[in-house]
């Protein structure tokens, strides 16, 4: 069997993870002061809208991709998209009819793009839940590294699956970002953001119940010393 190496798709993905880290860096030069806290007023302004640009791109990317990139396109997608766009249909009857059921915050997503009908949109807006929630991790979480860095490894070894695992891809953003809320101490903003991202895959709860033994297990070793 023959494989062929695109050529033309390399040189687009990187192209947009190129340019969107141009604009990171850009941003962080701004966001950060040498001690790796971050600036207050116009500074922080001017770097928020850089790193906005930088999040938009590939954004827009992920939405006017074709329709045959992403394996999960032509399972829960396309299908579901398709029965939505029915005239008449309320959110109560797509959600219990829909050809391949999904976890109810999703469901409301695809429901809402049907209603608007564009796909393109869906494909906008599941990207914009992946990357924000992380991009805020790494803003907070960022100290005296680099941002730079920290976009380029989820670009490179993990965007494209995003493009495919998208329900699972939101769910565990969002839990990532809970992880570090409990992490911080913050246990009810944790909770809430753990039952969102329950709401968009129902294997997070397989994930929490993992995090769950690995901290018991931490503490007891703790408690042991």
């Known amino acids: 069997m023959k494989h062929y190496f695109d050529i033309d798709s390399v040189l687009i993905y990187l192209s947009i993870f190129i340019g969107s880290l141009i604009f990171v860096g850009v941003a962080e030069y701004y966001l950060y002061k040498k001690d790796g806290t971050i600036y ?14 930088a999040i938009l791109i590939p954004c827009l990317f992920a939405s006017f991709r074709g329709l045959k990139v992403g394996l999960d396109i032509n399972t829960y997608i396309i299908n ?9 249909i309320s959110f109560s009857y797509f959600q219990d009819n829909m050809p391949i059921p999904t976890e109810f915050l999703f469901t409301l997503l695809i429901f809402i793009c049907c209603k608007i009908g564009d796909i393109h949109l869906l494909f906008f807006l599941i990207e914009v839940l992946i990357i924000v929630p992380l991009a805020i991790v790494m803003v907070k979480k960022r100290g005296k590294g680099s941002l730079v860095l920290e976009f380029a490894l989820f670009y490179f070894l993990f965007f494209n699956f995003t493009l495919s695992g998208m329900r699972q891809s939101i769910a565990m953003s969002f839990l990532t970002v809970a992880l570090f809320e409990i992490l911080d101490g913050r246990k009810k903003k944790a909770l809430l953001l753990t039952i969102i991202a329950q709401l968009f895959h129902a294997s997070v709860i397989l994930i929490v119940i993992l995090i769950l033994i690995c901290f018991f297990i931490n503490n007891s070793k703790r408690k042991r010393m």
């Open 80 to 88: 579901n998209f398709q029965f939505g766009q029915r005239s008449g």
């Open 40 to 53: 207050k007023g116009q500074r922080r302004l001017i770097g928020i809208i850089f790193l906005s640009i």
